[in-house]
């Protein structure tokens, strides 16, 4: 059972997902509703849907207001983003979700202004390895990253 399943939709088993998708959301979604305080890994081969996964994981469900995606390169995280905000969606001819979850690119120069601006905002944070080690040896990410945010 996929708990709290976003109002415009009755199911993912509605969605136009393979059998493998369906099962990777479900397993996810029993992680996260374990309250595990542990990062998680989406990890399946290429070509498999990974994207749609992660795209359905940030958009659909609302108990995870902040979320923090992270890739190895810049390009990646570029197309992910546009998988998570348009594209997948687009490609399982199903409107994205409305939802108030922005997808933000994330640079060390760049986020400090953000969450001042959007602090109570809900967001699907994206960036890079890099950054997140840049802001992680400067001990931004204590100091300011997830300060006072929910989720």
């Known amino acids: 059972m996929v708990p709290q399943k976003h109002k415009n939709y009755k199911s993912i088993q509605n969605l136009s997902l393979w059998p493998h998708q369906i099962k990777a959301v479900e397993i996810a979604r029993r992680y996260i509703c374990s309250k595990s305080r542990c990062s998680s890994l989406i990890q399946m081969p290429t070509g498999t849907g990974k994207s749609g996964v992660i795209a359905i994981l940030a958009k659909l469900f609302n108990d995870t ?4 995606i992270v890739t190895p390169w810049t390009a990646l995280r570029d197309q992910l983003a546009e998988d998570i905000e348009h594209k997948f969606w687009n490609k399982i001819h199903t409107n994205p979700p ?26 699907i944070f994206m960036c890079t390895i890099q950054t997140l080690q840049a802001m992680y040896s400067k001990n931004y990410l204590k100091r300011n990253f997830m300060s006072g945010r929910r989720g």
């Open 98 to 123: 409305r939802t108030s979850k922005t997808v933000v690119k994330i640079v060390p120069s760049t986020i400090k202004e953000w969450l001042t601006k959007n602090k109570n905002k809900d967001t």
């Open 65 to 68: 207001p902040n979320i923090l």
